[in-house]
């Protein structure tokens, strides 16, 4: 055992409030105690390297651990530990290193890597063919990109071109991406926090939240919510277009029934257009391949990404409507890699591969035996308050007795997981976010769901009273 890496924390390092909003912050005081007990001499020497080499930033460097080698729904440490992956950023709808999509991305690195700007490849096109005839309703134009934040810079812009308007409305606690236009619609402070004046006419309303409402709507949903978006609407007279996830990934907050088609009939008769990001939740996550489509609501622009090339290649697109064809005289992305015929084929390779293997269902079989499994484990423990989710894409909310966020005990659970072997986001400061590979197998499952009823009987061995059971209402899975 070794000390973890002596990494100074700079000038605005632990000693500012760190916002619990997009996942687990590394400045944990249990991060350095795991870090102490679990990290051995070779990688911690790497970690100080990684630390030494890398600008530092919360929640990614300095890093908890160096990873070796991955595949299928595990992930293995330089030390030969393997854990089950139940994050895996969102990319590994596929499973890790995906026999298929490398098979793939091998065969395009023998001929043609990449494509030089004025030119296009069959890949591309092909992949561009694909989406139009995937996603639903009239989305048939893309572009593509390397990554979800220049995806949605384009969806931005396109917007504008289309409306002559350039306000947006987006959601409070939303992400949309780390650059400057994709925290300005973005609504989490850790990421807006200390940065400056960010892009004007980014207006933001409160997120549909069933469970917390802040209209006074629980019990009865009234759709308050989506009505203070008209109420913004009517006020500005020239928003642009609405931007939101149509459920929200990190603490998997699931839309009240209506609100999107409530929304969708707001933006219409206002002139403004709706745009998804499903950058982490598309591609069979949520037991349908696009979000949008479980919901039942199609937008005029969709954003896709991550998982979209199979966990090996960067790869995101923009699908709008064949009307919305409105910028041949603007540059609206022109990325050195934007017709990448590498990610041309890992996307192709993942699709096939999801279509072929039936993905999207095994996602909703799947994660309904994880949400059976799930609440009755809620029966039993009374810290966990609610668990929701949709397909593999599930949230598990910690509360104390008083039903207050259980910051300090999530933080608990994550780390006495990853010593049992199993990885997941904690969001919120409360929320464990589990988003296994779409791959994932019954008996793995099985494995991650004992690790994580072991580790919060560890902090909760009170079981639910009948007073904790009134308290919480009938807590209920909050799915579609």
């Known amino acids: ?60 460097t300095p890093c908890l651990n160096v990873l070796d080698s991955a595949h299928g729904s595990c992930i293995q440490d330089l030390q030969g530990r393997q854990f089950l992956d139940f994050h895996g950023n969102s990319v590994h709808q596929v499973g890790f290193r995906n026999e298929a999509v490398i098979e793939a991305v091998t065969e395009q690195l023998a001929t043609l890597p990449f494509c030089s700007r004025r030119y296009t490849n069959i890949p591309a096109i092909k992949l561009a063919r694909r989406l139009a005839a995937l996603a639903p309703g009239r989305l048939n134009r893309s572009l593509f990109v390397p990554g979800g934040a220049e995806a949605v810079g384009i969806a931005l812009k ?67 919510c989506a009505d203070y978006i008209d109420y913004v609407m009517e006020k500005e007279g020239d928003i642009a277009a609405v931007i939101a996830e149509p459920i929200r990934s990190t603490v998997v907050t699931m839309p009240p029934p209506g609100y999107w088609q409530r929304v969708r009939e707001i933006c219409d008769r206002h002139g403004a257009l709706l745009i998804f990001d499903e950058i982490p939740v598309c591609l069979g996550r949520t037991g349908r391949m696009f979000a949008c489509e479980a919901i039942g609501v199609t937008p005029d622009i969709l954003v896709i990404g991550k998982g979209l090339g199979g966990g090996v290649i960067p790869m995101a697109a923009v699908i709008a409507r064949d009307d919305l064809n409105v910028g041949a005289d603007v540059a609206l992305g022109h990325y050195t890699h934007e017709k990448s015929p590498l990610g041309a084929a890992a996307a192709i390779a993942t699709l096939d591969f999801i279509e072929q293997e039936g993905l999207p269902e095994r996602a909703s079989a799947m994660g309904s035996y994880m949400l059976d499994r799930l609440l009755a484990m809620q029966k039993r423990y009374a ?79 009170i079981r639910v009273t009948s007073t904790h059971a009134e308290a919480r209402n009938g807590s209920k899975v909050n799915g579609l």
């Open 158 to 224: 396109l917007a504008r071109l289309a409306t002559g308007r350039f306000k947006t409305i987006s959601l409070w606690d939303s992400f949309h991406g780390a650059s400057i236009e994709t925290i300005s619609i973005g609504g989490e402070a850790l990421f807006r926090h200390g940065i400056g004046p960010l892009l004007p006419g980014s207006e933001h309303v409160p997120p549909p939240t069933p469970h917390k409402c802040l209209f006074g709507c629980e019990g009865i949903c009234r759709l308050r």
């Open 1 to 60: 055992m070794t000390d973890a890496p002596n990494v100074p924390p700079g000038n605005r390092g632990p000693k500012q409030s760190i916002p619990l909003s997009e996942g687990d912050v590394n400045f944990s005081p249990r991060r350095r105690e795991w870090q102490k007990s679990e990290i051995d001499k070779e990688t911690a020497y790497w970690l100080n390297e990684d630390a030494r080499y890398f600008l530092h930033q919360s929640l990614s």
């Open 383 to 461: 810290i966990i308050g609610d668990v929701r989710g949709l397909g593999l894409l599930i949230g598990i909310e910690l509360v104390n007795l008083t039903g207050e966020p259980a910051n300090d005990e999530a933080d608990h659970v994550m780390y006495a997981a990853l010593r049992a072997g199993l990885s997941f986001k904690v969001s919120g400061g409360n929320v464990i976010t589990l988003t296994p590979p779409l791959t994932v197998s019954r008996s793995e499952v099985d494995e991650a769901l004992a690790i994580l009823e072991k580790c919060i009987t560890e902090i909760s061995p």
